[in-house]
DNA sequence: GCTTGGATATCGAAC
DNA sequence: GTTCGATGTCCAAGC
C-alpha cells in the first residue's frame, strides 16, 4: 500500500509524477483549477472552475463538479492517457478509438495530486435484479398463473430474445416478459414486438399470449397493454411475491366483452390490476 | 481555495475532519481499505478492498475500484451523511428517501481524507444532441424530405409526446422521431406507438407517415420500420446532413428492381391498409 | 410527487 | 467487432 500526494505542485512537478503513477497503474485523483474540452461522439467545453479528475489504470477519466453523481465529462475504459506542459498550462489528454474520441483537460493550477494504490476486490454481490426474479418464477410458475409452465428462457424470436416462453394450462403460448421496476410504454411495447414476432411465426391463428411480469405499471403503459391484448402480473423482484398491499386489490374487476370479437382471445387481459400507487 | 489532507489518520482524527468538511459543504475523497452494504431498490454486499469513497455536498456518494466509469456502489444527490466510529471501524452512512436507501461504507483504515473546496462553473456547453438535429431539422425541413413542414414540435398524443409533427407536400400527417445515434428495434416501437395514437386520434381512414431521422438503424430495426410502413431518413445530429459516404447510397430511394412485391411503397402512406392488429 | 424519454448513457452477453 | 437489452441506470422537463 503506498500513495503519493503532492500539496500545490508545480506543472513540472505533477507531470513527472503523473507518468509515474500512469506506468505504475495506480488511480490518480487531481484537484485543480481546469476547463474540458470533449470531442467524440458529441463535443463540448467546459469553463475554468475547481474539479476532482480521476484517472483509472483501465484507461477510464472522471472530471466530476461539487454536484451530480455523474461526471460533468468523462471518458469509459480503454483510453490512454497523456501529460504534458503546453503554454504554462498542464494538459491531461484521454484519448480512444471505437469511436474516436477525445477528452483534454488543462489545468490553470493544481491544488493537490494524489496517485492511490487501489486493490482488493470489485466483485459486488447484488440481489434484486431482473435475474432474482426470473429465478423465483422458474422456481414455481405458478407466480405467473396456475398452470403456466416455463420451455425456454432467452428463446430467439426475429424480435430478439424473450425472458421466458411457454405455454398456459390449455398449451397456449406465452411470453413472458420480466422488469425488474414499475414499467412504462417501453416495456409494453417490447413485450408486443416479441408477441408478433410468434404471431409471425406461429401465422395468426395460432393464439398467443403475452404477460408483462414487474412490481407495478404506469397507467399509460396499462392502456397499451390493453389496446393489444397483453396481461400483467404484479410481482416484486426481490420476494417473488406480489408487492406490498397488493393481495386486496388484484383481480379488480376486468370489463366485460372487449369489442375485439376475433374469438380467440385467450383470456382476459386484466392489466388494470395495478394503476395504484404512483 | 482550501484543502485539507490527512495521510493514515486514526478513525477518529478522521470523524473530526469528516464532520468539518460535511458541515463546511466540501466536497470529501476518502481512501481507504473498506466494506460496502447497500440496500434499497436492491440489495448488495461488496467485500474487503481499498477504494476511493467522495462525498458530494448535494448528498451524491460514489465509491469507486481501479476499474470501470460506474462506480461499483454509489447513492445519488439529496442523500445525507453521517459518520460514526463502531468496533473499532469507521462507517460512513448515506441515507435518502423516495425511494428508502441506504449506503453504508465501513472503514477498517483510512489511507487518505481530503477535503476539497470545489467551485466554479459546471454548465458544460455541448453540441451534437438530439436537440440540436431537431434544429437543424426546423431550419430546413427540406433535410427530412422536399416538402415537410414541421407543425409541431412535442406534440401531445396518447402514447406521448412526438419529436416532430408536421405534414408532406400532399398534406398527409407525419410522425417524425429523432435519434442522435444509430437505432435500434425500440426506436422502431417507439415511433411505432406515435403512429398508431395518431390513427386512433384520427381514425384508421386518415393516412399518417412515421419517419425516424437518425445517424444510421441496424437491420433488424430497419426489417421493425418496414414491416409497419415506417420510413428512414439518415442524419447526423452534429452536422443536420447525411453521414459520411451516405450521399451516394440512396435513402428512401430503393434499387430499381425490389423483389418485394407487396406494393409497399412507403410514400403512400400505406399503414391505414395494412390493417395491422396491433 | 410521478411520468416520460434522452444520454458522450455504461455495461455485459450473445452472435 | 456489432447488436441488444438491463441498469440500484441518472437526469431534466412536464404535469
Same mark, same amino acid.
Given at each position: 500500500?503506498?500513495?503519493?500526494?503532492?500539496?500545490?505542485?508545480?506543472?513540472?512537478?505533477?507531470?513527472?509524477? %503523473?507518468? /509515474?503513477?500512469?506506468? !505504475? #497503474?495506480?488511480?490518480?485523483?487531481?484537484?485543480?483549477?481546469?476547463?474540458?474540452?470533449?470531442? +467524440?461522439?458529441?463535443? &463540448?467545453?467546459?469553463?475554468?472552475?475547481?474539479? %476532482?479528475?480521476?484517472?483509472?489504470?483501465?484507461?477510464?477519466?472522471?472530471?466530476?463538479?461539487?454536484?451530480?453523481?455523474?461526471?460533468?465529462?468523462?471518458?469509459?475504459?480503454?483510453?490512454?492517457?497523456?501529460? &504534458?506542459?503546453?503554454? #504554462?498550462?498542464?494538459?491531461? $489528454?484521454?484519448?480512444?478509438?471505437?469511436?474516436?474520441?477525445?477528452?483534454?483537460?488543462?489545468?490553470?493550477?493544481?491544488?493537490?495530486? &494524489?496517485?492511490?494504490?487501489?486493490?482488493?476486490?470489485?466483485?459486488?454481490?447484488?440481489? +434484486? &435484479?431482473?435475474?432474482?426474479? $426470473?429465478?423465483?418464477?422458474?422456481?414455481?410458475?405458478?407466480?405467473?398463473?396456475?398452470?403456466?409452465?416455463?420451455?425456454?428462457?432467452?428463446?430467439?424470436?426475429?424480435?430478439?430474445?424473450?425472458?421466458?416462453?411457454? @405455454?398456459? /394450462? @390449455?398449451?397456449?403460448?406465452?411470453?413472458?416478459?420480466?422488469?425488474? $421496476? $414499475?414499467? +412504462?410504454?417501453?416495456? *409494453?411495447?417490447?413485450?408486443?414486438?416479441?408477441?408478433?414476432?410468434?404471431?409471425?411465426?406461429? =401465422?395468426?391463428?395460432?393464439?398467443? !399470449? =403475452?404477460?408483462?411480469?414487474?412490481?407495478?405499471?404506469?397507467?399509460? /403503459?396499462?392502456?397499451?397493454?390493453? @389496446?393489444?391484448?397483453?396481461?400483467?402480473?404484479? %410481482?416484486?423482484? *426481490?420476494?417473488?411475491?406480489?408487492?406490498?398491499?397488493?393481495?386486496?386489490?388484484?383481480?379488480?374487476?376486468?370489463?366485460?366483452?372487449?369489442?375485439?370479437?376475433?374469438?380467440?382471445?385467450?383470456?382476459?387481459?386484466?392489466?388494470?390490476?395495478?394503476?395504484?400507487?404512483?
Amino acid at each position: 500500500m503506498h500513495t503519493t500526494t503532492l500539496h500545490r505542485p508545480t506543472h513540472r512537478e505533477t507531470l513527472w509524477e %503523473l507518468e /509515474a503513477a500512469i506506468e !505504475r #497503474g495506480d488511480l490518480i485523483t487531481v484537484f485543480g483549477r481546469c476547463t474540458v474540452d470533449y470531442d +467524440g461522439r458529441a463535443t &463540448s467545453t467546459l469553463g475554468p472552475g475547481n474539479r %476532482l479528475v480521476i484517472l483509472k489504470p483501465d484507461g477510464s477519466t472522471l472530471v466530476h463538479t461539487d454536484e451530480k453523481r455523474t461526471p460533468v465529462n468523462w471518458q469509459p475504459p480503454g483510453c490512454e492517457h497523456h501529460a &504534458s506542459v503546453r503554454d #504554462g498550462r498542464l494538459r491531461v $489528454r484521454g484519448t480512444r478509438t471505437t469511436p474516436d474520441e477525445t477528452l483534454d483537460i488543462h489545468f490553470e493550477q493544481v491544488h493537490q495530486f &494524489s496517485a492511490l494504490d487501489v486493490t482488493g476486490g470489485r466483485d459486488l454481490d447484488l440481489y +434484486g &435484479s431482473e435475474e432474482d426474479l $426470473r429465478e423465483h418464477i422458474l422456481d414455481d410458475p405458478s407466480l405467473v398463473e396456475s398452470g403456466f409452465t416455463p420451455l425456454e428462457t432467452e428463446r430467439e424470436s426475429t424480435a430478439g430474445p424473450m425472458d421466458i416462453y411457454g @405455454e398456459d /394450462a @390449455e398449451g397456449v403460448p406465452m411470453v413472458v416478459e420480466l422488469k425488474r $421496476r $414499475r414499467v +412504462g410504454p417501453s416495456a *409494453a411495447s417490447q413485450l408486443q414486438r416479441y408477441v408478433e414476432a410468434l404471431h409471425r411465426e406461429f =401465422g395468426d391463428s395460432v393464439a398467443v !399470449r =403475452g404477460v408483462l411480469v414487474a412490481p407495478s405499471v404506469t397507467d399509460r /403503459a396499462a392502456d397499451l397493454l390493453k @389496446e393489444n391484448g397483453l396481461e400483467f402480473v404484479a %410481482l416484486d423482484p *426481490a420476494t417473488g411475491e406480489p408487492p406490498e398491499a397488493t393481495e386486496a386489490s388484484e383481480e379488480v374487476e376486468p370489463p366485460e366483452a372487449s369489442e375485439d370479437a376475433d374469438g380467440d382471445e385467450p383470456k382476459e387481459a386484466d392489466s388494470e390490476t395495478d394503476g395504484s400507487d404512483g
